[in-house]
């Protein structure tokens, strides 16, 4: 069983870049505000180059995390609350869609 205190990871190959997969991500995180209201909820988004520190309420519940973005991927790391961790493999897929569609080639 794993670690209810290990982040979710996920890791979304890519083949744009650094400064394209950027430009995707950062105008993509708000059309995912857009698609999942009243479910998702972005209360702080800090980006540093091409690392971004965010806090989320998903359902209610608050959530925090990281994004960083190399040449050929994206590593996204989030810490669910307890009441979500039962979630965790749904999210890791959503996180997984929602990423390649944003990144896949255009």
Known sequence: MAD???PLIVLIPHNLGKAEASRRLRSGIGRLQES???KLSVIDEAW?????DFRVTVLGQAANGTIDIAEDKVRLAVQLPQFLMFLAAKAR???ERQGRLMLDKK
């Not at 540093?48 to 971004?52: A, I």
């Open 4 to 6: 209810p205190s290990a």
């Open 36 to 38: 999942f209201a009243g």
């Open 48 to 52: 540093n180059e091409d690392h971004l």
């Open 93 to 95: 897929a959503l996180v």
